[in-house]
T-cell receptor
Framework: GENVEQHPSTLSVQEGDSAVIKCTYS??????FPWYKQELGKGPQLIIDIRSNVGEKKDQRIAVTLNKTAKHFSLHITETQPEDSAVYFCAAGPNDYKLSFGAGTTVTVRA | NAGVMQNPRHLVRRRGQEARLRCSPMKGHSHVYWYRQLPEEGLKFMVY????????ESGMPKERFSAEFPKEGPSILRIQQVVRGDSAAYFC??????????????FGPGTRLTVL
């Protein structure tokens, strides 16, 4: 099955700086790579996703890159704000349904 | 359009009791997934259901756990004879029919189960 590793486990950044989270996966059959943000006491919320036919995708301050050859993908948050503080999860899976999640990165944005 | 709804949000059970967790998918969504999250860990896939069908239950323990998604009503995750190790947050997600983006899953707020 798929095995997703996520680094770092915690990340503290100064407001306005960038945050980068990296994930690797093992199953070359994975074609879908979503990122979720989870705030305390809430369910994960999809913030951006990328599919295997795209190398990079951007949505305002959030961008995701994918390197299928190396089997890794990354989340980039620019101009971080205090409301970006949360736990971020990467996930990987085939096009049908089963997602495997990383262990999460706790991001703290210092004001 | 209401999001995925789960109830109860918090559930406390004593060892040996039964736990029933409910999930109502987003309007128009016909696929439901259940995940379990242990403290400070990522989500682990448990089961994938469509209306009246279990598509994949490979992540669900063989004993005491069952799931259903009837033609009418919410999806139910049932845990019989709960043990302390069942304490976790259980999340439900839903996605649109196959013709749309089937792999875009939207999560509910979760049910936090505590077994005393």
């Amino acid at each position: 099955g798929e095995n997703v590793e996520q680094h770092p486990s915690t990340l503290s950044v100064q407001e306005g700086d960038s945050a980068v989270i990296k994930c690797t996966y093992s199953d070359s059959a994975s074609n879908y790579f979503p990122w979720y943000k989870q705030e305390l006491g809430k369910g994960p919320q999809l913030i951006i996703d990328i599919r295997s036919n795209v190398g990079e995708k951007k949505d305002q301050r959030i961008a995701v890159t994918l390197n299928k050859t190396a089997k890794h993908f990354s989340l980039h948050i620019t101009e971080t704000q205090p409301e970006d503080s949360a736990v971020y999860f990467c996930a990987a899976g085939p096009n049908d349904y089963k997602l495997s999640f990383g262990a999460g990165t706790t991001v703290t944005v210092r004001a | 359009n209401a999001g995925v709804m789960q109830n109860p949000r918090h559930l406390v059970r004593r060892r040996g009791q039964e736990a029933r967790l409910r999930c109502s998918p987003m309007k128009g969504h016909s696929h439901v997934y259940w995940y379990r999250q242990l403290p400070e860990e990522g989500l682990k896939f448990m089961v994938y259901l469509q209306k009246e069908n279990i598509i994949d239950e490979s992540g669900m323990p063989k004993e005491r756990f069952s799931a259903e998604f009837p033609k009418e009503g919410p999806s139910i995750l049932r845990i019989q004879q709960v043990v302390r190790g069942d304490s976790a947050a259980y999340f439900c997600a839903s996605s649109p029919p196959l013709a749309a983006a089937v792999d875009t899953q939207y999560f509910g707020p979760g049910t936090r189960l505590t077994v005393l």
